[in-house]
């Protein structure tokens, strides 16, 4: 009988538990109509504050000015959260943990049309907000740097540009995987090593069995040929680009987003940005509701 009791008492305390938390997710206190005074609820009037997923550059402000675009249309406050990977950033929109990710439009795009609880939208700001895709190297290859700005500019000049933008980038947004294009190997000519972190697909893509693949290695194979260097491959972290320079891992590697109000004093100590090679609007990715 005792036992009996104890299970009734327990059932009854587990029930009045359910029930209250009932009516504080709900807003309400009871049966009343009574506003909630929970305070974890925002006050009618209150800004509203919008948790915004970037992808973490070496250079905070890059992260604050990406995280803050928009604000001038919408009139909400944000709050960054920075991550070291595109994976993380996209388990964290699942999870609920951050309310948008601000990115390249065609990585957001590319989120999108891969997973169907995600939408894709352009930016809406006063003022227009694109990011840009460069090489960042040391100061101490800066004749590299100055080669490699001289083959990007003749590649933008005759139009081969736009046509590796046009098969590698929109060619992959929709359809199958981006895939990896092969350097021509010359006997006679140094070799220059790239890093690929697969952060930004289509353009920075890393296969599945770790092959480096899309937009990015299309545009150095065709660099390749016109400096006639060999290129090398490595792939590393998106946090760990400026290390991996610094170590000598890679000479090259994939910087975004260079911005117009980023100076060039704001890029990391002693290191170096090529020509712009690729500009994207910046584009918001949420979960559809």
């Not at 327990?10 to 938390?21: K, Q």
């Not at 997710?25 to 005074?37: H, I, Y």
Request: proline fraction near 5%; include cysteine.
């Amino acid at each position: 009988m005792k036992n009996k009791l104890k299970k009734t008492v327990l059932a009854a305390g587990l029930a009045a538990v359910l029930l209250i938390t009932s009516c504080q997710a709900s807003g309400k206190s009871g049966n009343d109509g009574t506003p909630s005074t929970d305070p974890g609820m925002p006050e009618a009037g209150a800004p509203v504050t919008v948790h915004v997923g970037v992808l973490e550059s070496p250079v905070p402000v890059v992260d604050e000015t990406i995280a803050d675009a928009g604000e001038d249309t919408t009139g909400s406050d944000s709050s960054a959260a920075t991550f070291s990977s595109l994976t993380e950033l996209q388990l964290s929109l699942m999870r609920g943990d951050v309310d948008s990710v601000k990115i390249a439009d065609c990585t957001a795009r590319y989120m999108a049309a891969r997973n169907y609880e995600f939408a894709a939208a352009t930016l809406d700001t006063k003022t227009p907000f694109s990011v840009g895709f460069a090489m960042m190297l040391n100061n101490t290859d800066a004749g590299l740097c100055g080669r490699l700005s001289e083959a990007i500019a003749e590649i933008k000049a005759d139009g081969t540009m736009k046509t590796l933008e046009e098969k590698y980038i929109d060619g992959f947004i929709d359809g199958k995987e981006p895939e990896p294009v092969e350097y021509e190997n010359f006997s006679d000519a140094e070799t220059v090593t790239f890093a690929f972190t697969g952060d930004l697909p289509p353009m920075d893509f890393i296969s599945a069995d770790g092959v480096p693949a899309g937009f990015n290695t299309a545009l150095i194979s065709e660099i390749g040929k016109r400096l006639h260097i060999n290129i090398k491959s490595v792939n590393i972290e998106s946090g760990s680009r400026t290390i991996a320079l610094l170590t000598g891992k890679a000479q090259v590697v994939f910087w975004t987003p260079v911005i117009d109000s980023v100076t060039e004093a704001m890029y990391p100590d002693g290191m170096t940005i090529t020509e712009i090679y690729h500009t994207e609007v910046l584009s918001e990715v949420k979960r559809k509701s």
